[in-house]
Structures are given as structure tokens and as C-alpha cells.
């Protein structure tokens, strides 16, 4: 099974993070890691991806030391992915 990456830039989408994370562990196909590209300069909901992390090792949250938007936040996740196919998720889906 190959591994697939799924790649969510994060910007102040509190709301919906959670749902969009689980939405992404409880499919059927478990061969895939989750990137999380936080884009946020403000670090108040980080604690809320750490916790989320820490029960599912696929998770990983790469912090940008400036805001670089959606697009550029997707490219740096596409580079830092290892799966050979790629997914897009908006934090709020």
C-alpha cells in the first residue's frame, strides 16, 4: 500500500480543525500521514494540535516562522511529505 500525504495548511480555523483532523484519521485506508503546515504567527492554538498529535503518530505539525498563506504553506508541506500520492485538506473542511 503506498503512503499517501495529507496536507493541511492551518490559519485560524479553530472551529473546524478538529473535525477536519478526524475526518482524515477515520477513513479506511490508514497507510497516510497527516502534515499540518501552521500558519499563524500567533501560537494560542497550537496547544489544541499538540494535544491531537500526541494521539496518533501520523500526525505531523510544521510551525512557519512567518505567514505565507494557503499556497505557499501546501508547497512547503508537499516538500516535506514522503507519501507518493498527495492530498489537499483546508483546515475548515
Known amino acids: 500500500m503506498d503512503l499517501i500525504s495529507v496536507i493541511i495548511p492551518y490559519y485560524k480555523k ?3 480543525i478538529v ?3 478526524n475526518s482524515v484519521l477515520r477513513q479506511s485506508y490508514r497507510n497516510l500521514e497527516l502534515i499540518i ?3 499563524d504567527v ?3 492554538d497550537l496547544s489544541i494540535l499538540k494535544s491531537i498529535k500526541r494521539k496518533d503518530q501520523r500526525i505531523k505539525i ?5 505567514n505565507l498563506g494557503a499556497g ?3 508547497n512547503k508541506g508537499i516538500k516535506l511529505s514522503k507519501g507518493k500520492l498527495i492530498a ?3 483546515s475548515d473542511d
Open 19 to 21: 473535525s477536519a483532523i
Open 42 to 44: 500567533n501560537l494560542d
Open 62 to 66: 510544521y510551525i512557519n516562522k512567518k
Open 37 to 39: 503546515i501552521y500558519d
Open 14 to 16: 479553530k472551529r473546524y
Open 88 to 90: 489537499f485538506l483546508d
Open 72 to 74: 505557499m504553506s501546501r
